[in-house]
């Protein structure tokens, strides 16, 4: 057959659905999650760490995340970071021991929060597309390179739009999912 590697493009799309399913995490909902400061980025020993490899980070209640830090010096920071995130967290510290109390979401910010998904979910869709239409352009440029007869060639762009489709699908039931997450109260 041809040296395009279907497989390659298919790791991509993997790849455009993990990253929306990590960035999501990151996303407030009702309740709770680790994944919300998690990735944070602290100004930690003259560089920009993740908050997770900086502390201990857990959610004892519903609506808590407590965060064990390993080096007391990191404590001004970390709590920098936090305020300054888009999130809108206030960090009460005890100790080496920051608890950060979530308040209930308003209906407008939920609504607000809900925006946010479908943006990032159409970033993705467009990130598919990309990689379909880079596909299509390697596996033109194959084709003639290597003589690949015309209906393995269409096959082959069948089996990409497939792909596409199949992924822009995940995509949508992964957001759909998030958002009502978001809008339950």
Same mark, same amino acid.
């Given at each position: ?18 990253n929306? @399913? =990590? ?8 309740? +709770? ?14 560089? /920009?760490?993740? =908050?997770? %490899? =900086?502390?201990?980070? $857990? ?6 995340? !407590? ?12 709590? !920098?970071?936090?305020? @300054? $995130? ?7 510290t ?17 609504v607000?929060? +809900?925006? /946010?998904? !479908?943006?990032?979910?159409?970033? +993705? ?9 880079? +596909?299509?352009?390697?596996?033109? !440029? ?13 096959? =082959? ?23 009502? %997450?978001?809008?339950?109260?």
């Amino acid at each position: 057959m041809s040296s395009f590697d279907l497989n390659k493009v298919e790791r991509k799309m993997i790849n455009t659905l993990d990253n929306l @399913s =990590l960035n999501y995490q990151s996303v407030r909902t009702g309740r +709770a999650s680790t994944g919300l400061v998690d990735n944070l980025l602290v100004d930690a020993y003259g560089q /920009n760490m993740k =908050l997770k %490899d =900086l502390a201990t980070v $857990s959610t004892p209640e519903a609506r808590t995340i !407590k965060i064990n830090i390993w080096d007391l010096n990191m404590i001004g920071p970390i709590e !920098k970071a936090i305020q @300054s $995130s888009s999130l809108g967290l206030n960090p009460n510290t005890e100790g080496q021991v920051i608890r950060i109390n979530l308040p209930e979401l308003t209906a407008e910010r939920r609504v607000e929060l +809900a925006k /946010n998904i !479908k943006s990032m979910s159409e970033e +993705a869709k467009v990130s598919l597309r990309n990689i379909r239409q880079d +596909a299509m352009n390697l596996l033109k !440029k194959t084709s003639s390179e290597e003589n690949i007869p015309e209906d393995d060639v269409k096959a =082959l762009q069948e089996k990409i739009q497939q792909l596409t489709d199949r992924y822009v699908v995940n995509i949508t039931d992964i957001s759909k999912k998030k958002e009502d %997450d978001i809008l339950k109260i």
